[in-house]
């Protein structure tokens, strides 16, 4: 596969440019989900318990928002953390991920045009979207490669998608497609396409957001076209192994891999219904209608025990029950008013206690029930920071422990306790400003990363190293 990104420079020690031959694929893919789905649990992405310390992809290690590394603390003091080093990036969305002590992150230098965040409308921006390898312990920048990229999206702001890393392999894909496989230890390039190209298809209204997924052998994207709004690819040299689905949005919520009935199935929400198809050869398992609002499907499907959630836009949710065989059953409840939560941009965490998350709509932190989606407590302390309805108010929840940590679109880090009876708060700390533009006010709506006992969070200006570390 070579399909061609325009002008693509990579500055780093080498300069080498490798197509690697096509590899057999279906027989080591097989192999590797037998071995992950008889441990009961699914991969997803890396997963190596001797760097625990490290969050290579969007949502952690195991993609499910929870930090799991010790010695980190448990109240954030009234003077903050200590920062231990700020680098300057450009624009973007997407997070950062962290592996091997390097921190990878995207963003967009425009060049020609001007970033109008127009919610309906597509606008043209001419400008280079790059992608940053930084020292961890530093933020040194070790290599740099960047593409000419002209925008035609609404928001274009900068690339959407947290890079994923894969052992010595970063997938990271841009706003408008473009998917690069890039070498971990010096940036140069083992393989890339478009998917808009590869696919016969247009970029979203709001550009390509679901962080790719590696799962095996294989990588997992959303890519729109006829019969091809999910594909696999090899990981190894991008070769389409299977495409599937026929939508004409594809909306902008990652693939995830979950084991129900006891098999895993890659679970995918686009914009008309949820999904769940055999990882290896794409073919359905079942089909759930479920459309949200604009063809927003952004959050990740959240699966505890044999309850799996969606929530988005327009007051759109489902609670399925799971049966033994892997396909859902009526849905215990759906969205309707003054209760459930509606997610945006962020993914809620679904824990034994209730739904923690951002609600779309109101703009307010909530807590739900998970059997009947009533509303247990709602606040803006933790979003917004103000008192009145904001729509797309946003936090990323990360769990550590029997703590969490949220980080506002203000900018703002909070350490805090959530339960089903209210929230503590365990300090807070003004991080980066907020300097992209929702709705008349500023925002930063990027997921941070935790790893090496630090906390990684960036803006359209910087990135930003704050230890975590107990003192």
């Not at 789905?37 to 290690?61: E, H, I, R, T």
């Not at 709004?229 to 939508?247: C, E, H, I, Y």
């Not at 909306?251 to 999904?275: A, D, F, N, R």
Request: hydrophobic share 40%; proline share 7%.
């Amino acid at each position: 596969m070579n399909i061609l990104i325009p002008f693509l420079t990579i500055r780093l020690a080498t300069g080498r440019c490798d197509q690697p031959a096509i590899t057999p694929v279906l027989r080591r893919a097989v192999w590797s989900l037998a071995v992950m789905a008889v441990g009961g649990v699914m991969a997803l992405g890396v997963v190596d318990s001797c760097a625990a310390d490290d969050w290579p992809q969007w949502m952690g290690p195991q993609r499910d928002g929870v930090y799991r590394e010790t010695g980190v603390v448990e109240q954030i003091p009234e003077e903050g953390l200590p920062v231990l080093w700020r680098q300057p990036v450009s624009h973007g969305y997407s997070g950062p991920a962290v592996a091997a002590g390097k921190v990878l992150v995207t963003d967009y230098v425009v060049e020609h045009g001007e970033i109008r965040n127009d919610p309906s409308n597509r606008h043209r921006v001419h400008g280079k979207e790059r992608v940053l390898c930084l020292e961890a312990a530093s933020g040194e920048v070790l290599w740099t490669v960047e593409y000419e990229r002209p925008y035609q999206i609404s928001y274009p702001n900068g690339p959407r998608a947290t890079p994923t890393v894969d052992g010595k392999n970063v997938y990271v894909l841009g706003a408008e497609g473009d998917l690069l496989c890039l070498h971990l230890d010096d940036g140069h390039l083992i393989w890339k396409t478009s998917l808009p190209q590869q696919f016969g298809t247009q970029a979203p209204l709001w550009g390509y957001a679901a962080h790719p997924l590696v799962a095996g052998e294989l990588v997992y994207c959303m890519a729109g076209g006829q019969g091809s709004a999910v594909v696999a690819l090899d990981k190894r040299s991008g070769a389409v192994v299977w495409q599937n689905l026929d939508v004409d949005d594809i909306g902008y919520c990652p693939p995830m891999i979950h084991t129900l009935g006891g098999k895993p199935l890659l679970i995918v929400w686009h914009s008309q219904e949820l999904c769940a198809l055999d990882p290896l050869t794409g073919e359905v398992s079942w089909h759930y209608p479920l459309a949200p609002r604009y063809g927003m499907a952004i959050a990740a499907p959240q699966l505890r025990g044999n309850l799996l959630f969606a929530s988005g836009i327009g007051q759109t949710a489902a609670m399925l029950p799971i049966g033994p065989d892997g396909k859902p059953g009526e849905p215990l409840w759906t969205g309707r008013p003054k209760m459930g939560l509606y997610a945006g941009n962020a993914t809620p965490l679904f824990t034994a206690e209730a739904i923690f998350g951002s609600d779309c709509e109101t703009g307010q932190y909530m807590a739900i029930d998970p059997h009947d989606g009533t509303r247990l407590w709602s606040t803006f302390e933790l979003t917004t920071g103000g008192s009145r309805r904001a729509s797309h108010g946003t936090a990323f929840t990360v769990r550590h422990g029997e703590h969490y940590f949220i980080f506002a679109e203000t900018g703002d880090l909070l350490l805090a306790d959530l339960s089903r009876d209210g929230f503590r708060i365990r300090g807070r700390m003004h991080v980066v400003d907020p300097t992209s533009e929702c709705f008349g006010r500023s925002v930063v709506w990027s997921h941070p990363a935790f790893a090496q006992r630090c906390v990684f969070v960036r803006n359209d200006r910087e990135i930003v190293c704050v230890s975590l570390a107990v003192r």
